[in-house]
């Protein structure tokens, strides 16, 4: 189990409980809401991101780590995709990588919706 005052557990925390119409966020914006400071903000919150993918997977569950993209094209980074075909929820082909990537959005959020019923 993840621990309180660990940063995967404190990243679920905030996107649980950022309002949806706030949906996705930035690797940028998550970092900031952290309260992280540099240097490897970014980096840190990949990492915290990556745990949370694992933990999701091994429970089932929609990837949380989908609400958060690249300031750059509205998607996750490379590590996303990559951590998700590893984990067998995404297609290893390429080309269906943004399909997979819009349906497990919605699917995160779905799941947070059903959690605040």
Same mark, same amino acid.
């Given at each position: 189990?993840?621990?309180?005052?660990? +940063?995967?557990?404190?990243?679920?925390?905030?996107?649980?409980?950022?309002? *949806?119409?706030?949906?996705?966020?930035?690797? @940028?914006?998550?970092?900031?809401?952290?309260? +992280?400071?540099?240097?490897?903000?970014? @980096?840190?919150?990949?990492?915290?991101?990556?745990?949370?993918?694992?933990?999701?997977?091994?429970? #089932?569950? *929609?990837?949380?780590?989908?609400?958060?993209?690249?300031?750059?094209?509205?998607?996750?980074?490379? #590590?996303?995709?990559?951590? *998700?075909?590893? +984990?067998?929820?995404?297609?290893?082909?390429? *080309?269906?990588?943004?399909?997979?990537?819009?349906?497990?959005?919605?699917?995160?959020?779905?799941?947070?919706?059903?959690?605040?019923?």
């Amino acid at each position: 189990m993840t621990h309180k005052a660990s +940063l995967p557990y404190q990243t679920r925390r905030l996107l649980e409980a950022t309002d *949806a119409a706030a949906l996705p966020m930035t690797y @940028q914006q998550l970092a900031e809401a952290l309260g +992280l400071t540099p240097p490897r903000t970014i @980096q840190r919150v990949a990492q915290a991101l990556e745990m949370l993918m694992r933990e999701d997977a091994e429970r #089932g569950r *929609a990837f949380i780590a989908a609400l958060v993209v690249s300031r750059r094209d509205g998607l996750p980074a490379q #590590g996303f995709f990559e951590l *998700a075909v590893s +984990l067998e929820r995404f297609p290893a082909d390429p *080309a269906q990588h943004t399909e997979a990537y819009r349906l497990e959005f919605e699917r995160a959020l779905d799941e947070r919706r059903r959690a605040d019923e």
